[in-house]
């Protein structure tokens, strides 16, 4: 392998990393707003690495467009949709989780 | 004046082609009901400048203006005999609050028209704060959520409305529907079939994007530094974005789950839609902070650690996106902890 490629897979791993943590924060977070952390900042930086990483292995031309297009889309529309998810929640009254609430109230 | 309680009628303002007409009627309904009771004309702007804005000095110069020109155009209108019974208030509102939709600037009114102790609202046919968006239930409609009774004024206006210009000009069909045709096949292969499904998709966009695409004109004047400047502001949101992804990593995986989330509450210096949306991304992009809203007391986060809610209140982030969009100058405003805006949101 060249020294490029491994920095593609470098970039892929990381972005996998980012990936099962935004799965693991989702599963060990409280609440719908804790979650949606998560599912919001993790998810769009392991997306976007591994995007990326598509685009540096395609060959640089159409392929590669689409793919910083698709990047440029994420970083807008995914903390869209998490305030969306997060304006709906606070809209339907659910009351965030804090250190206060103990245990067992999750939910 | 001892004569019973005075009539108020509210009629708020804003530079239409209909204004003249609209407050020659207030005036002419203002007469009929000055026979019995002294009349109260209240004629309000709405206006959503920020008084940290540099453009706040001349908005608010201008909203008075207006108001002085109605003020002088109900003395014109109206008849010696009714003169001495009718008042007139004039008042500019809505300062300092963030006021997006038809809903909030009927909030905003309502709540004048509560201490006021109004109780007819006259409406310029033509005026529609807040964008007209079919997604939105227009003023008219929020209006009738208060107690107060909702007209809109009778005026000739020009036969130009149709039912296609109120949703969007159809101009601009044609510009999402050209723009949206350009980039389907500058990203196509160029084959016959393309331009037949570049069509078919282009024109699904237009009619179904058209009405809600933004009709702010772009400032080109200033729109070539700002795109300089976001290219400058993207490297460091890309940093931000990193390190804290970081800690947010580091606190998921800690068997502990180190968290203390708690909503706070915080008034922004920004004061443009574009500013207001790329803050309130950006708050949810770094992590730790989620925007929950953007209401008119502000903007509400959630945050998931303490450390995350200094960072917000250092103000990094506000600073870097004023410095975009109002250059270099804005970006010396204080930091939210130094303003006092660092409101704590009850717990809950």
């Given at each position: 392998m060249t020294p490029f490629e491994w920095v593609i897979v470098g970039i892929a791993v990381v972005g996998a990393f980012f990936g099962a943590v935004a799965a693991i924060g989702i599963v060990r977070l409280p609440d719908v707003y804790t979650r949606a952390h998560a599912a919001s900042k993790s998810d769009t930086l392991a997306t976007v690495l591994a995007v990326g990483a598509a685009a540096l292995t395609l060959d640089s031309g159409l392929s590669t467009v689409k793919s910083v297009f698709l990047i440029v889309f994420l970083f807008v529309t995914n903390p869209t949709a998490a305030h969306?998810?997060?304006r709906a929640a606070r809209d339907q009254g659910i009351e965030p989780w804090t250190t206060g609430t103990e245990e067992g109230d999750d939910r | 004046m001892t004569d019973p309680d005075p009539v108020r009628l509210l009629v708020p303002v804003d530079d239409s082609v209909t204004l003249r007409n609209t407050v020659a009627y207030a005036v002419e309904r203002a007469s009929a009901a000055a026979a019995d009771r002294p009349v109260e004309l209240h004629f309000v702007v709405v206006t959503r400048t920020r008084s940290v804005s540099p453009d706040a000095?001349?908005?608010?110069?201008?909203?008075?203006?207006l108001l002085e020109r109605v003020a002088l155009w109900v003395d014109?209108?109206?008849t010696e005999a009714i003169r001495p019974s009718i008042?007139?208030?004039?008042?500019?509102?809505?300062?300092?609050?963030?006021?997006?939709?038809?809903?909030?600037?009927?909030?905003?009114l309502l709540e004048y028209a509560a201490d006021a102790d109004v109780e007819r609202i006259i409406l310029d046919p033509e005026y529609s704060p807040g964008g007209a968006a079919p997604l939105l239930r227009p003023l008219e409609f929020e209006l009738t959520r208060g107690d107060v009774t909702v007209e809109e004024a009778s005026v000739d206006r020009q036969a130009k409305r149709t039912v296609l210009a109120r949703a969007a000009p159809l101009s601009k069909y044609f510009t999402v529907f050209g723009a949206a045709y350009l980039f389907y096949l500058l990203l196509s292969t160029w084959k016959p079939l393309d331009f037949f499904t570049g069509f078919v998709t282009a024109a699904i966009v237009s009619v179904?994007?058209?009405?809600?695409?933004?009709?702010?004109?772009?400032?080109?004047?200033?729109?070539?530094?700002?795109?300089?400047?976001?290219?400058?502001?993207?490297?460091?949101?890309?940093?931000e974005i990193a390190v804290a992804n970081l800690q947010i990593a580091y606190v998921v995986l800690h068997p502990d789950l180190p968290i203390d989330p708690k909503l706070v509450r915080f008034q922004a210096a920004v004061w443009s839609d574009s500013g207001v949306t790329t803050l309130a991304n950006s708050i949810t992009l770094t992590p730790g902070t989620l925007t929950v809203r953007v209401a008119e007391d502000g903007f509400e986060i959630h945050s998931l650690t303490e450390g995350a809610r200094e960072d917000l209140f250092d103000g990094g982030l506000e600073r870097a996106v004023r410095f975009v969009f109002y250059g270099r100058?804005?970006?010396?405003?204080?930091s939210p902890r130094e303003r006092g805006d660092t409101g704590e949101g009850e717990d809950g």
């Open positions: 969306a998810i997060a | 000095p001349s908005e608010l110069g201008d909203a008075r203006d014109e209108d109206a008042t007139v208030d004039t008042d500019v509102i809505g300062v300092d609050r963030y006021l997006f939709s038809p809903g909030d600037y009927a909030d905003t179904v994007l058209a009405p809600v695409v933004s009709g702010e004109p772009a400032a080109v004047r200033r729109t070539g530094g700002r795109l300089l400047r976001f290219v400058l502001y993207a490297v460091y949101l890309l940093k100058a804005a970006a010396v405003i204080p």
